[in-house]
């Protein structure tokens, strides 16, 4: 599967937005808040790579506020690209042992294309996001 | 083994806590180190563990040990 970002927690969109201009890479989407999932998002890239920086707002308890609070700013989950996100899912859940910890949403950040939040205890969190072959072109 | 007892081996090594004991009302107030995060790390060993798979809606639902321990032995 064709890596389309990784997510990386942090504290302040701003501040790691400007180290990792300083990195070479520049605002693909500017910050904006996903409602859904209580979280501030920012897309950059450097040359064919993609980091999606997410700041999540304090309060609840989310997996994501508890993850934020345990590793800080860090990277934390790769977003794989499919062209059927319900049949990867189903095959990932019932061939490869993950578990659906978010089902289908789609994410404003990403032009509302489908995604979905997956866990497997050998490697941690794992994205899917649709993108169909037309829209790769 | 019961399928409590065998939670329980799971509980103890994910929480690192070898003096953990379960029973059905035990829930995440309970266990310090039972957030949402530690819970999917729970669930997912527990499916590995048992051969069996969790709904996102059961997931979400389980409350305690006890709900746990039913939802598995429906699936046994």
């Given at each position: 599967m064709k890596v389309h970002h990784v997510g990386y927690l942090v504290k302040s969109i701003s501040k790691a937005k400007q180290k990792f201009q300083k990195l070479g890479y520049y605002v693909e989407h500017d910050a904006m808040y996903d409602e859904s999932r209580n979280i501030d998002i920012c897309f950059l890239r450097n040359g064919n790579e993609r980091i999606e920086l997410v700041a999540p707002?304090?309060?609840?308890?989310?997996p994501i506020v508890a993850l934020a609070k345990k590793i800080g700013n860090a990277p934390y989950h790769i977003c794989y690209e499919c062209e059927d996100i319900a049949k990867s899912v189903d095959q990932m859940v019932n061939e490869d042992g993950y578990m659906v910890i978010q089902e289908l949403q789609p994410a404003p950040a990403i032009q509302n294309q489908l995604v979905a939040f997956l866990y497997n205890v050998d490697i941690g969190l794992v994205e899917l996001v649709e993108i169909k072959m037309e829209e790769k072109k | 083994m019961t399928t409590l007892e065998k939670l329980q081996e799971i509980f103890r090594d994910v929480f690192a806590d070898e003096a953990l004991v379960l029973n059905d009302?035990?829930?995440?107030?309970?266990?310090?180190?039972?957030d949402s995060l530690a819970h999917i790390r729970l669930m997912s060993v527990v499916e590995q563990e048992f051969g069996v798979k969790f709904s996102f809606k059961e997931l979400s639902e389980m409350k305690n040990v006890g709900a746990l321990v039913e939802c598995i032995e429906k699936k046994l």
């Open positions: 707002k304090n309060s609840g308890d989310s | 009302a035990t829930d995440s107030s309970d266990i310090e180190a039972w």
